[in-house]
Nanobody, 131 residues
């Protein structure tokens, strides 16, 4: 499984960004996909997850501001997930990592608290919000 993020960058507080993640071997259902973020000195924290049934979960700090979505092409083993980030705050700054797990029935509300539950990770993309 390959996981490759794109997007990110710098934005002023209150602005918006869209980050994307291409995941290979996407269609091994059931799957769980999502975004985690990390700042230096802190542990990696869950931001938003989505599963093959379209169920989503979000960290309390981003609810109402961030939206996770997915694009699965029929007959294509690759897929893409997105994270639309609106009303960005300085505390949203960090490296955003895309993560994936396949053939996994664990609920997203449980997995968002457990980054060690994901075996596949991207290299990360930097998001910087200037106050």
């Amino acid at each position: 499984v390959q996981v490759v993020e794109s997007g990110g960058g710098s934005v002023h507080a209150g602005g918006s960004l869209l980050i994307s993640c291409m995941i290979s071997e996407y269609t091994y259902r059931p799957y769980r996909l999502g975004w985690f973020r990390q700042v230096p000195g802190n542990q990696r924290e869950g931001v938003a997850l989505i599963d093959d049934e379209g169920r989503t979960t979000y960290a309390d700090s981003v609810k109402g501001r961030f939206t996770i979505s997915q694009d699965v092409a029929q007959g294509n083993a690759n897929g893409t997930i997105y994270l639309r980030m609106n009303s960005l705050k300085s505390e949203d700054t960090g490296i955003y990592y895309c993560a994936a797990t396949k053939e996994d029935n664990r609920p997203v509300w449980w997995l968002i608290l457990r980054p060690d539950g994901f075996p596949y990770w991207g290299q990360g993309t930097q998001v910087t919000v200037d106050s």
